[in-house]
């Protein structure tokens, strides 16, 4: 990827962090669906569809041929709504959020693995760094922690390399295809995966009333305007500084479900949640290109 000038890269990172913050609006509005976690991912997908279609017409002309990356991008991101609505319904907010978070700690290790991208030992630290903060904040649960802590605090875990996956998939298919088009067809690849998974796991699919729908509808713009905007800036910016930008998510999140759910953050979990997140950016950090 070329690299962008110095006013399109600031503008980037503007819509990063406006959508990132957008995102972090999305496991409140989770707990108020009346519906189940998978549930409320496919009322996700489908009500954000027809303005995505809307969307791609006004800017690519029409949503196009189905390309494949965008699919596996759906399907990427099916599996991270999947883990990561169960895990807010079953640990508290701000631990799924930061869990969920360790993305880019995923992202650098694929790198390693696939592109035989070896990190330095730094990275190596800031691993352990992180992964010593996410156990210190999911050990040390409060009051209002949620139904099944570790096993809530497990699956946002794993949404990590699911949402690592899905962000490498975008930005491959931002390289050929226009964000709009790019989220029509992950949405509609991702939406009967997730619809699926509902009926598997014998959820409520229909909000129970007006309150539901309305968190439905606000799940729907939230991946417009949240996700649309990081598919937008996935085109401009490497996916390693996007993963780093996107940590904006658990601070939002965690200040609504303070403020929403009464889930207050006490010291040992603060800190564990400080720690972690220190340690995604001395990863990327870390994994910075060497000087010439």
């Known amino acids: ?12 990172l503007a819509v990063l962090v406006f959508g990132a913050s957008v995102i972090g609006l999305a496991p409140i509005l989770v707990r108020l669906t009346e ?74 290790a694929m790198a390693w693995i696939f592109f035989k991208e070896r990190p330095r030992a730094l990275f190596l630290a800031a691993v352990v760094l992180s992964l010593g903060g996410g156990w210190l904040m999911a050990s040390a649960h409060t009051g209002a922690a949620g139904r099944a802590p570790a096993l809530g605090d497990a699956l946002s875990a794993a949404t990590a390399l699911w ?19 790019v989220m029509f067809w992950s949405s509609l690849a991702g939406l009967p995966l997730v619809f699926c998974g509902a009926l598997l796991l014998g959820e409520q699919i229909l909000p129970s009333g007006p309150a ?23 085109g401009r910016l490497p996916t390693a500084t996007a993963s780093v930008v996107v940590l904006v998510q658990p601070v939002v999140a965690a200040t609504f479900g303070w403020l929403l759910f009464s889930e207050a953050l006490g010291p040992w979990q603060a800190l564990g ?11 990327q950090w870390a994994a910075r ?4």
């Open 212 to 234: 539901g729908w309305a968190a439905c509808i606000g799940l729907a713009i939230v991946h417009i305007a949240g996700q649309g905007s990081i598919a937008w800036a996935l």
């Open 163 to 181: 949402y690592a996956f899905y962000l490498m998939s975008v930005g491959r298919a931002r390289r050929s295809s226009g964000a709009t088009r």
């Open 1 to 12: 990827m070329a690299q962008p000038a110095a006013g399109e890269r600031g503008k980037a």
């Open 35 to 108: 519906t189940g976690p998978a549930a409320a991912g496919f009322w996700r997908l489908l009500l954000a569809l027809p303005v995505l279609a809307l969307m791609a017409r006004r800017t690519d002309g029409d949503v196009g041929a189905p390309q494949p990356l965008a699919l596996l991008a759906g399907v990427m991101f099916a599996l991270d709504l999947g883990f990561w609505h169960y895990g807010i319904t079953l640990t508290s907010v701000a631990n799924a959020t930061v869990l969920a978070n360790l993305t880019p700690l995923a992202v650098t």
């Open 273 to 283: 949640g400080a720690v972690a997140l220190a340690g995604v950016v001395l990863a």
């Open 289 to 292: 290109p060497k000087a010439a």
